[in-house]
T-cell receptor, first 114, second 118 residues
Framework: KNQVEQSPQSLIILEGKNCTLQ??????????LRWYKQDTGRGPVSLTIMTFSENTKSNGRYTATLDADTKQSSLHITASQLSDSASYIC?????????????FGTGTQLKVEL | NAGVMQNPRHLVRRRGQEARLRCSPM?????VYWYRQLPEEGLKFMVY????????ESGMPKERFSAEFPKEGPSILRIQQVVRGDSAAYFC????????????????FGDGTRLSIL
């Protein structure tokens, strides 16, 4: 059964600090890994998409890494801002269903405080 | 550019009634996906549609649930004879026609419909 596990479940940091969120997956076959940001009451918004051959991808202050051998990914947030408070969701595509079928983690709830 | 539009944002139904959730994909997008999110859980895939075709409905319950994406108009997720366990947030996502490697299309999400069953 395909699974995506994230840690920590929740995290509180001070504004301006960095943080790293973790994702482990058991999805086969592997097509790509995505990180989404979901604000409360809103839909998820894509941050990065990485395929098997990519091991790092950045989007502004967000940097995602992927180790396809160990099936682990991380999302690093630099110089956090209050607006970064949200749920960060790791999502893996197994390439089935026309290649667009996604398995979601339960997310890391990040809170950035003054 | 309008994003993925879902309506209604909130829907309240009594047990046994029907719920209809609508999703208008982004302009130029021909692929639509429906997901369900229960409280404290991750999104779960339900169904993947292209215009007038159901491509993958492996995540959708066999009874009471149906989905369509007609040639004209929005995609509809229909739940008949709703029960309390259907209470959840239902998200729709869309993606453009396939370009490049299979499965690498970004999915753009709407803000969901929160369904509450009394």
């Amino acid at each position: 059964k395909n699974q995506v596990e994230q840690s920590p479940q929740s995290l509180i940091i001070l504004e301006g600090k960095n943080c790293t969120l973790q994702c482990n997956y058991t999805v086969s076959p592997f097509s790509n890994l995505r990180w989404y940001k979901q604000d409360t009451g809103r839909g998820p918004v894509s941050l990065t998409i990485m395929t098997f051959s990519e091991n790092t991808k950045s989007n502004g202050r967000y940097t995602a890494t992927l180790d396809a051998d160990t099936k682990q990914s991380s999302l690093h947030i630099t110089a956090s801002q209050l607006s970064d408070s949200a749920s960060y969701i790791c999502v893996v595509s197994d390439g089935t269903g026309g290649g667009n079928k996604l398995t979601f983690g339960t997310g890391t709830q990040l809170k950035v405080e003054l | 550019n309008a994003g993925v539009m879902q309506n209604p944002r909130h829907l309240v139904r009594r047990r046994g009634q029907e719920a209809r959730l609508r999703c208008s994909p982004m302009k130029g997008h021909s692929h639509v996906y429906w997901y369900r999110q229960l409280p404290e859980e991750g999104l779960k895939f339900m169904v993947y549609l292209q215009k007038e075709n159901i491509i993958d409905e492996s995540g959708m319950p066999k009874e009471r649930f149906s989905a369509e994406f007609p040639k004209e108009g929005p995609s509809i997720l229909r739940i008949q004879q709703v029960v309390r366990g259907d209470s959840a947030a239902y998200f729709c996502a869309s993606s453009p026609p396939q370009q490049g490697a299979v499965g690498n299309q970004p999915q753009h999400f709407g803000d969901g419909t929160r369904l509450s069953i009394l």
